[in-house]
């Protein structure tokens, strides 16, 4: 494991870090990936106060194994739910119960996209809550993820103090969000940067289509044997080859990625690849331009929908009919949304453009204009004729 200092506090992080928003369902089997990740040299913890039970998961798992102090451990304040001064000690004493410790060395402003969303928790007193807490111990270093416009991160970077900060950045959205421009004045402060969804929700892994596939799989010829070369290596290399990064967050869910993704973070450093891998992505980037019409990464910020739609699977389904085919954008947009099953049916078509979902997606997704992309392409005008008979062949 390769690691990178702190400027601010000189921690020593290891470069890849363990995102635990999507903990696999069997409990023991995420204590054995978590175990796992901690003896191979993984001490950067990431999870968050709204990830379903993956606080509780987690701190029953570093209590029961003695691993709390082995590792550095960083979670969010969802500030949406601060109305007031003392909503800041409640939220954060129920973290502290949930991870079975006394301190966080990473805590969070959680999912903030502006100045005036910071100037509101100034308002309420936070950068006072926050110096008490950092005298007493029970918060390491203070910092915010960021979801916004780049205008918004420079903003907000210049507002205050911050010991460090949490960007999306990939080398699909090297100009989204906060972007190149951010992570470079964020390194000029002297702030460490922690990456989040660097494999874009699992598209840069598993979800390549066909022709970028075939770009990586003729780059990895050329790679030394036990390399480990896999689309998603590629695509941690690109963000380790920046000297800017701190930490690459990476959500684990099975032995094989976490071997896949500790065997690329051995040789993860500045400046490792070489000119003729790094002309690799420009055609890689073009080929994934012209599937993924919808930049959906499935973190389910935008559920649940008050009229039942299962709004990343209808957007995964119709990414999939241009990645994979027609074929398999109908079958995956047909069984992930229950259309076989008139009495469960959580299509786009059920979307009353309401915008309830829209307010919390992190990547500014108009959702209800691309869920009528969703039904024009998915719902063509045979589509429910067709369910019928199938309904009626079934029945």
Known sequence: MQYRIDPKSGNKLSVLGFGCMRFPFDKEKTERLIISAVEAGINYFDT?????????????????????????????????????YDDFDRLFLKQLERLKTTYIDYYLIHNISDLASWERLCNLGIMSWVAKKKEHGQIGCIGFSFHGAQNGFMSLIEAYEWDFCQIQYNYMGENYQAGRAGLC????????????EPLLGG????????????????????????????AASWALKWLWDQPEVSVVLSGMNHAEQLADNIKSAENARPGMLSAKEAGLFAPVIAA?????????TGCNY?????????????????????????????????TSTGANHPEKQHR????????????????????SKSLQ???????PFWFNAALKLVHKFMS
Do not use: W
């Not at 029953?60 to 007031?84: E, G, S």
């Not at 004045?185 to 989040?196: D, F, N, Q, R, T």
């Not at 994934?288 to 959906?296: A, D, F, G, S, T």
């Open 373 to 379: 992309m969703v039904k024009k392409r998915m719902e």
């Open 48 to 84: 968050a106060y709204i990830y379903g039970n993956s606080e509780e998961t987690l701190g029953v798992i570093l209590h029961k194994n003695n691993l709390r102090d082995k590792i550095f451990l960083a979670t969010k304040l969802p500030h949406q739910k601060c109305k007031n």
């Open 302 to 334: 935008c559920m649940p929908c008050p009229h039942g739609v299962n709004i990343p699977d209808c957007f995964a389904a119709y990414n999939t009919s241009f990645a994979m085919g027609l074929i398999a954008g109908f079958t995956q947009y047909i």
């Open 185 to 196: 004045k964020a390194y000029e402060k002297g702030l460490p940067v922690i990456i989040m």
């Open 348 to 367: 786009s078509r059920n979307c009353r453009s309401c915008g309830a979902c829209e307010k919390n997606c992190p990547q500014n997704i108009e959702i």
């Open 288 to 296: 994934l331009r012209e599937v993924y019409k919808i930049p959906c």
């Open 203 to 230: 598209k840069l892994a598993g979800g390549l289509p066909p022709q970028a596939a075939r770009l990586f799989k003729k780059a990895d010829m050329d790679c030394p044997p036990g390399t480990g070369c896999t």
